[in-house]
């Protein structure tokens, strides 16, 4: 069945943040992932989210989708609390938020523009077929996918391929909130540097809040607002890169202050001074 | 003003008509208003977006588009509706969404000669899949160190013992069935007593095997298939080959001889648990005491139906376990081939296995086990 859109999907998210997680415990049996997490994300930033391999950031972007029971604490996305919500809430909110997964999720039997599809056809039943595939079509564009792209399958597909049509798939129902998950993992660096710029481009041209898990240093040099550490089960520090390069905390100054820390800035440095 | 989005026609003092849009145009709001927008004819000067409360891409590729067919230009539009309108601009495309479709006439000859060549292709493949499995056996023989005994094991657990339950309790209703059934039809001519007869001949020459034949094709080969192609999908087959390990040699020989000697013992166990199955019902409902029950299948079964029976079960291990590995090596592309292939695979295994089996009764009847 269809699912029924909520009665003000049209209102866009006036409120100071859209993420609100205060207090969040999670765990899988006996082993805690998060104890007493808190984090604020604000509209229309940036959020890059840092961490060691298995410190729980896609564990944490999945209890705020809600594919992962919190067992405390308190998550709400454009201010509505959703840990044990109603089927309701969720479908009003889950329409205004786009998931980019790590390997981009495709379903592989589907063709990239029918990928798009999906989400228009599941929350949107009324939209007819004909503008349905338009949008199918200019979203797979937007995402900087060739023409031809649109027609193939995932598995035609490289793996930067296949991410920019998992993002066109994030982006279908023109979400106000967009989730990434290590968007440039396993790409090239110039393939890296352009999906760099694309979130920017998007996030600037759609108004987007976007809340990134990478370990790309200079993805969090380039487009990063304010970047959020976590480390021992929660989030020890959030702030702009130069205020967290400060940090004490040794994690913090390791990863910035390592060597791949120091290439990235001055990377960022000599860019801005060409500019 | 309602909450949907609207539009209306104005006329301009210059004498071009002038389409003014409200309220929002959002994803959620314009499916609404489509077929409206598109019934729309004639021309217009502009299209005066400053009434439009909110916009998102969709409701902006929907003013593009009726600004290029209408010939209109867009006027009033927000700052942000002017990012929208660039972005969705620059990123027009006619591309189909779905690769062009092969008319009737052309498909039905295609698609034949596609069954046609496949089959044959298939054909070769397997007895080319079968010649690897040899080749692998000899230099096996040639190497014995490189032979995996965990790994056979490990398989004659999984495709053996951890049947013994489901096997076991179908073959008992199996011996039940027959015996009940039979004897109603022997009453007829009085001769109840040869129930014995039919159960022990029948179980061990014929059912035994070929229904844990199925069972093993169901449990077993689909789990080979499903499990060797997601390993194929998930590139572990490939990365076996770099490191120098031969994916026949660690995968399919372990399984096609756990296969092929856990068939006779589960065919012999499943004759046997039916042979009890019949027995309860002799004594049960026939008056035919448990223990005289057995003891008669002993005078009344040849030793040669047990054979048989064994000898048949060698082969269709064999045909079990090398359809699940050659259909799972066969897997590519998407997680849909692992479910076509695992059926193929139980399938394929299945009616060969039948078709033997015929093959095998007038075989076994011509030599004399009759």
């Keep these: ?275 | 003003m309602s909450g949907g989005a609207e539009f209306s026609i104005e006329q301009d003092e210059g004498g071009k008509a002038r389409l003014v849009l409200s309220g929002p145009y959002l994803v959620s709001t314009v499916g609404a208003i489509d077929q409206d927008l598109h019934a729309i004819e004639g021309e217009f000067g502009t299209i005066d977006l400053s009434a439009v409360s909110e916009i998102d891409t969709v409701g902006a590729w929907v003013a593009c588009r009726l600004a290029a067919r209408h010939g209109a230009k867009i006027t009033g539009e927000s700052g942000r509706a002017k990012r929208l309108l660039a972005a969705v601009e620059t990123a027009r495309s006619d591309a189909d969404l779905t690769p062009p479709r092969v008319p009737l006439w052309e498909l039905i000859p295609e698609l034949t000669g596609d069954l046609v060549s496949k089959g044959g292709q298939g054909v070769v493949n397997v007895i080319g899949f079968l010649g690897q499995v040899l080749i692998a056996c000899g230099s096996l023989l040639i190497h014995p160190r490189r032979f995996r005994v965990k790994a056979l094991v490990r398989q004659m657990e999984l495709v053996g013992v951890s049947s013994l339950p489901i096997i076991g309790l179908m073959s008992f209703l199996i011996g039940i069935v027959i015996a009940q059934q039979g004897s109603v039809q022997l009453q007829q001519f009085g001769a109840e007593a040869l129930t014995v007869n039919l159960v022990g001949r029948i179980t061990l020459r014929e059912l035994g095997v070929l229904m844990t034949a199925i069972m093993v094709a169901g449990r077993s080969g689909s789990a080979f298939a499903a499990q060797i192609g997601t390993m194929k999908l998930t590139e572990e087959v490939d990365a076996m080959r770099t490191i120098g390990i031969s994916p026949v040699e660690a995968l399919v020989i372990p399984r096609i001889l756990a296969a092929i000697i856990m068939m006779p013992l589960l065919g012999f166990y499943s004759s046997v648990v039916a042979i009890i199955g019949g027995a309860v019902v002799g004594e049960l409902m026939l008056g035919i005491p448990f223990w005289t029950f057995l003891i008669r299948i002993e005078e009344v079964v040849p030793t040669y139906d047990l054979w048989v029976g064994l000898i048949k079960a060698l082969p269709f291990g064999l045909i079990i376990a090398l359809a699940g590995c050659y259909h799972g090596m066969q897997v590519r592309g998407n997680s849909e081939e692992v479910g076509l292939r695992t059926t193929m695979a139980v399938v394929s295994a299945i009616f060969t296995v039948i078709v033997l089996d015929a093959f095998f009764a007038v075989f076994f009847t011509e030599i004399g086990w009759g």
């Design chain 1, 1 to 275: 069945m269809p699912e029924q859109n909520a009665p003000d999907a049209h209102k866009r998210f006036r409120g100071e943040h859209p993420i609100v997680v205060e207090g969040l415990k999670t765990a899988f049996g006996e082993h805690v992932v998060h104890d007493n997490l808190s984090l604020t994300v604000n509209r229309g930033e940036i959020l890059g989210v840092v961490g060691g391999s298995g410190s729980g950031k896609s564990v944490l972007m999945r209890a705020i989708i809600g594919l992962q029971a919190a067992a405390e604490g308190e998550i709400e996305v454009f201010g509505r609390s959703i840990v044990n919500a109603e089927p309701d809430t969720y479908l009003g909110v889950r329409s205004r938020w786009g998931v980019l997964f790590q390997g981009g999720a495709l379903f592989s039997t589907l063709t990239v523009g029918e990928n798009v599809e999906v989400p228009l056809k599941q929350f949107y039943p009324d939209i007819e077929d004909e503008l349905r595939h338009d949008i199918a079509r200019y979203k797979v564009m937007l995402s900087g996918l060739p023409e031809d792209a649109v027609s193939k399958f995932p598995a035609e597909l490289s793996g930067g391929m296949k991410k920019r049509a998992g993002l066109a798939r994030a982006l279908a129902l023109d979400p106000e909130l967009l989730f990434l998950d290590e968007p440039t993992a396993g790409l090239d660096p110039i393939g890296a540097a352009k999906f760099d710029r694309l979130t920017k481009e998007l996030q600037e041209t759609l108004g987007l809040t976007v809340f990134l898990i990478t370990h790309d240093l200079d993805t969090l040099y380039e487009i990063c607002d304010r970047v959020a550490v976590i480390a021992d089960k929660r989030i020890i520090a959030v702030g702009t890169i130069p205020e967290l390069i400060e940090s004490k905390h040794p994690w913090i100054d390791e990863y910035f202050n390592g060597p791949r820390g120091r290439a990235a800035r001055a990377s960022k440095q000599r860019a801005d001074g060409a500019a």
